[in-house]
């Protein structure tokens, strides 16, 4: 993968202080305590939705209007956004009289459960990348880092709030009327609510002005049960709000609670290893996966077990962002990762099953020409391996 470096805006983001004015436009990240609007935030997301910055190269579906008019927009590194409609998810636990209404959603809360539309804010995104092509030449949202319960903001009418990746809209491989995966535009009942949005599923929705900022990696994922999943979600507003606009002023979007890096890594190949390209050692076998880059993954990581890539090259010496693709199923896990012979122990969060691949960023030292990039745990399981991306 790339390293990761911001989008700098075409024009600074106001920041709400005296100094603002003189703020050269080479300024790096605004200072912690700098605290962004919601409005300042969606201006400068508005400002970075521009043809450069568009991901998707066939247009979405607006899910209310049927318009095939929605792009979608790297505003920040690691963050995608898109303008379109909303129409009213029902689906999920809670009880609903819509006569479409399903009792489960793809994504569940951490205790297995189907998220309810009345109680979470979620959005829903397509179930696969309707062309069938890989790099999907609409926004999909594996190549992008994200999974089940991805945070994203919300704007509509002057108003901001967080919502969670909860649903996905038809695959291929389903059969309906008129719903396919290039749509955009679907959320649930509170996240309509909580918008001010009428939220009924047969009568409700707007169709259009509803911007939806989504943020990429494992870190962004929430946590929790029906019962507390939007009061995790709102907690994380305000750091969303202030990550993002210290990244679109120069800046980082770092996860929460961790500060961005001082210096940018320089850019990588984006070249792909496949894990079971490496060469195994100790017990660690290559075995089937229907979701993972390739067809297959790596079991039996760790406790012995390792994986070495050789030849990973790069043109000059420096820090690169490596993305991991792994699962780490029942339990969060951690790996030595060795880049010609310097260890480092990365921790890997615990995955919702082993049909989601979920991507970690990793930035390692990396010299001019080959190297060599060994994962290990010399005592415990480490995560299975996909790929990594360099």
Not at 105 to 120: F, K, P
Not at 132 to 149: A, D, N, V
Not at 248 to 275: H, I, K, L, R, W
Request: charged letters at 10%; one cysteine or more.
């Amino acid at each position: 993968m790339a390293a990761a470096a911001a989008l700098a805006l075409a024009v600074p983001l106001a920041i709400g202080n005296a100094d603002a004015a003189t703020t050269p436009t080479t300024a790096k990240a605004a200072p912690a305590a700098t605290s962004y609007t919601a409005a300042q935030v969606l201006a400068g997301v508005q400002q970075n939705s521009t043809a450069a910055n568009q991901v998707n190269s066939k247009p979405h579906i607006n899910t209310m209007t049927r318009a095939q008019n929605v792009n979608v927009y790297q505003v920040a590194s690691g963050v995608y956004a898109y303008s379109s409609g909303m129409a009213i998810d029902t689906d999920g636990s809670d009880s609903d009289p819509d006569p479409d209404h399903q009792g489960e959603t793809t994504w569940e809360d951490s205790n297995g459960q189907a998220l309810g539309a009345h109680h979470v804010p979620f959005y829903v995104l397509g179930d696969d990348c309707w062309d069938r092509t890989s790099p999907c030449p609409h926004f999909y949202y594996k190549e992008r880092g994200m999974t089940g319960r991805q945070f994203a903001l919300m704007f509509y009418n002057g108003k901001v709030i967080g919502s969670i990746f909860g649903d996905t809209q038809t695959a291929n491989n389903q059969t309906t009327s008129d719903n396919d995966s290039r749509e955009l535009g679907e959320a649930s009942v509170k996240a309509a609510q909580l918008l001010g949005i009428p939220s009924s599923g047969t009568t409700g929705g707007v169709d259009n002005g509803v911007t939806v900022v989504m943020f990429s990696g494992s870190n962004w994922v929430v946590n929790g049960s029906n019962a507390n999943l939007n009061t995790n979600t709102q907690a994380l507003v305000q750091t969303a709000l202030d990550s993002l606009g210290a990244s679109m002023n120069g800046g980082t979007t770092p996860p929460p609670t961790t500060p961005p890096p001082s210096t940018p890594p320089p850019g990588g190949g984006n070249v792909s290893y496949e894990a079971e390209a490496a060469t195994l050692a100790g017990g660690t076998t290559i075995t089937s996966c229907a979701h993972c880059s390739g067809g297959k993954k790596l079991s039996y990581l760790g406790n012995g077990g390792t994986a070495t890539f050789s030849n990973v090259s790069e043109p000059a010496a420096g820090s690169y962002t490596m993305s991991i693709s792994f699962m780490s199923v029942g339990q969060a896990r951690t790996a030595v990762v060795s880049v010609n012979g310097v260890n480092q122990t990365v921790s890997f969060p615990e995955t919702p099953d082993y049909n989601t691949v979920v991507t970690k960023n990793v930035t390692i030292q990396l010299k001019a020409g080959n190297n060599t990039i060994k994962f290990s745990n010399p005592s415990a399981g480490a995560p299975n391996l996909d790929r990594i991306v360099v």
